[in-house]
């Protein structure tokens, strides 16, 4: 793990998410980039465009003094990891996982809230899309979590994960902690039926038996 990019409006849970992957970058060696994105005025159509050009060079420049100014608040902690940032302009879920694709990132820490306060609507816009649109592994925390080492993973899934992809990502979490991984197989119990229980049982049975011959300096435990 090389980068962790951090999406950040200024928000306490943006913060908090900012602890977190200051915490993993120490731990990893890797590098912290802070990622503001802002919406610029259009200049194409307006009559004041020397105006609005001024705005909109003043609103950059008031940002980039933010992000300098939390850059060096979290150097300030003595933390070890690298800090760099970014400001990109345009539509906030486009120009993170843009930003994630230029960066080459490997993990991206983002707040659940941003400074809208707007709970559901992020988690569904913002975050959610971030998930659903990239291959990056996402590490969303909410804006109760209270950053500790990590003891225990829980990792859920309904079917059998034979990719070492999908595993890796928090394999490099729980060696960073020395981590208990508990891989959970679940079942819908209103729509599944009896065959998928006897199905879903079979895999964590293969889960128990294969997770600790493939992967043997990590800890499991499985659960249904």
Do not use: W
């Not at 994630?100 to 990132?105: I, Q």
């Not at 996402?138 to 070492?164: G, H, S, Y």
């Amino acid at each position: 793990m090389q980068k962790i990019l951090v999406p950040t409006d200024f928000s306490h849970n943006a913060t908090k998410a900012i602890d977190y992957a200051v915490a993993i970058a120490e731990k990893a060696n890797a590098e912290i980039i802070l990622l503001n994105v802002t919406t610029l005025l259009d200049t194409t159509l307006s009559s004041r465009k020397a105006l609005i050009k001024e705005y909109n060079n003043t609103q950059v420049e008031g940002i980039g003094e933010q992000l300098k100014e939390l850059q060096q608040s979290i150097m300030a902690t003595n933390t070890t990891a690298k800090i760099t940032t970014k400001l990109y302009e345009g539509k906030v879920q486009d120009s993170i996982l843009q930003c994630a694709a230029d960066e080459n990132a490997d993990l991206i820490v983002m707040g659940t809230q941003g400074a809208s306060g707007l709970k559901k609507t992020l988690i569904g816009s913002t975050t959610d899309g971030i998930i659903g649109n990239t291959t990056i592994p996402v590490l969303a925390i909410p804006k109760e979590a209270k950053c500790k080492e990590l003891e225990n993973i829980l990792f859920a899934t309904r079917q059998l994960e034979a990719d070492d992809k999908i595993f890796t990502p928090v394999l490099k979490l729980a060696q960073l902690d020395a981590a208990l991984i508990h891989v959970a197989v679940f079942t819908d119990t209103d729509n599944d039926d009896a065959g998928d229980y006897m199905q879903h049982g079979r895999l964590l049975n293969t889960y128990r038996q294969t997770l600790p011959v493939r992967y043997k300096d990590i800890k499991f435990k499985q659960h249904n």
